[in-house]
Structures are given as structure tokens and as C-alpha cells.
């Protein structure tokens, strides 16, 4: 019985003048609303443009993430580059020790010499300057990982050690 009273409510012209006077009112209340919105957004649009001291803020914040991330990104070039360096850099002469002595008794100062130029790794050359009063010479003997294959005189032992102690590598740290 009941639903025979709201299907018969369905039918008359009162439920239409209901429906149709609810669609007007929301049309109405979405024009305001459609109006209102539109005088938000342009009132937020002058106030970026306040802010952005006559330029809209929201564009130069753009330009600004742009600009961030470029920079990131050369960073991480430079960053990238330097590690190569770093790479590169264990085989050049890091690590010297040099040793002044007289090879001879007859000889006064300490004319000679021995020179040892070493990488990261220790590997290198070892210089071996001999002063005579006759005679100059230079002799060199190849160092792998501190050591050589040639005999090696005590001060060319000692340039090397002397080379092998400093601390003069340096390396990019993140």
C-alpha cells in the first residue's frame, strides 16, 4: 500500500514542478558558482603577479625547477668527471723521495743522488745520479709495488722507502 501512494505521488504535476523548479535551482547554483571561480582564479592571478614583482611566480618557479635541475645535472658531469680523474690519477707521480750521498771518498759534498718517483700503487722509477770527478751518471731502474727486479743500493732503498711513507695522495670525496 505504501508503494501505490509513492508511485501514484510520481505521477503528478506536483513531482514535476518539483524536478523541474530543483534543475532550475542547480542550474542557478552552478552558474554562481562557474561565476565565482572565474573571479577566484583572476584574483589569484593577480596575486602571483604581485609576487612575482609583474611576472607571474608560477612561470618562474618553473624556470627555476628548470634551472635546478640543469645544474644537477652538470654536477653530477663534474662528479662523473672527477672520479675519472681519480681513476687516472693513481698512475702518475704522486709519491718522490730523494736521497743526497757521496759515492765516493774523494768527492766533498753530496754530489749524488738517488731519486725515487712513485704512483699510488708504488710502482715507478727509482734515479740513481753517481758524481765523480771524472764522471757523471744517471742510472734508472723500474719499481713495481715498492720493489725492483734490479739490485738496489741501500740509498735507493731509502729514496724509496722515503717515497712509499709520504701521503700526498689526494682523492675526491663525496
Known sequence: MNMEMILDFLRTDIFLLIIGGS????????????????KIKKNYNKFLMKLGNGSNIEENLKKYINKVEEIENKNEEIINYCKRLD?????????????????????????SFALALLDENNDGIVLNGIYSREMSNIYAKPINKGESTYNITEEEKEAISKAIEQDNIYRIRE
Open 87 to 111: 681513476n687516472d690519477i693513481t698512475k702518475c707521480i704522486q709519491k718522490v723521495g730523494i736521497i743526497r750521498y757521496s759515492a765516493f771518498k774523494d768527492t766533498g759534498s753530496d754530489l
Open 23 to 38: 534543475s532550475i535551482l542547480l542550474l542557478i547554483l552552478y552558474i554562481v558558482n562557474t561565476i565565482r571561480l572565474g
